[in-house]
C-alpha cells in the first residue's frame, strides 16, 4: 500500500498491516493510521444555509493552504534527498554569525536552540523550531509549532518551498538558502613530454 508521510510527505510502500508500527524509511516518523472522518453537523460552505458573513476564514488561512498545495504539487512523486551535482549552503544575513556559511550535509536539518542540527543562540527561536527537508534542487520547510513563526521571503509559513536565493528566517536569525554548482577539482598542471 503507497502511503505519503505526515511529516516528510514522502510517497513509500507500507505492508499491509503495518499501519501506525513501521516508520518511513526516510524521516522514521510512524505515521498513524488515518481514521475515518466524522459526518459534518455543520452545512457546508456552499449550501445555501451556510452564512458568509459570520465566517472567521480571511486571507491567512487562504494562503495557509494555498501553501501546503503548492508544497504537495512540487513534492509529489519526489523523494528527499540532498542534490546530486549541486552543494546545499546556508548563509546567515542577520543574527549571531552573521556571514557563516553552514553547508547542508543531511536531507532532514532540525532548527532550535537545543538539540537540533543547527542550534541557534537566538532567544527568540524555540527548542526545536522548524525543520528543512531537502528535496534536490528544493527544500520544503515546516514550522514544528514554534512560538515565533517561521517566515519564508518575510511571510510566515507553516509549511513552505525554499528555493536558491530565498531568506529563511527563524526567530531573528535570518538565512540564505543556496544551491551552487559542484567544484569539479581540477586536475593540476600538466607535464609535457619533450
Known sequence: MNVSCDDCHTIYDLPEGKEGIVGCPFCEHVNRPKQERPARTAPLPDSPLFDHSKTMLGSLEG???????????????????????????????????????????????????????????????????????????????????????????NRIVKEGLVKSGDSLQIGSTVFQFLLSSKAVPSAGPSRRNA
Not at 108 to 127: H, M, N, Y
Open 63 to 153: 494562503e495557509i493552504a494555498d501553501e501546503r498545495t503548492a508544497v504537495r504539487r512540487a513534492i509529489a512523486g519526489k523523494r528527499i534527498g540532498l542534490p546530486t551535482n549541486l552543494d546545499a549552503v546556508l548563509v546567515v544575513l542577520e543574527g549571531d554569525g552573521k556571514g557563516k556559511r553552514i553547508a547542508l550535509t543531511k536531507h532532514r536539518i532540525l532548527f532550535g536552540r537545543k538539540q537540533a542540527d543547527v542550534v541557534l543562540t537566538d532567544p527568540e527561536a524555540s527548542r526545536q523550531h522548524c525543520t528543512l527537508l531537502l528535496y534536490g534542487d528544493f527544500a520544503v520547510v515546516k514550522d514544528t509549532g514554534s512560538a515565533n513563526g517561521t517566515k519564508v521571503n
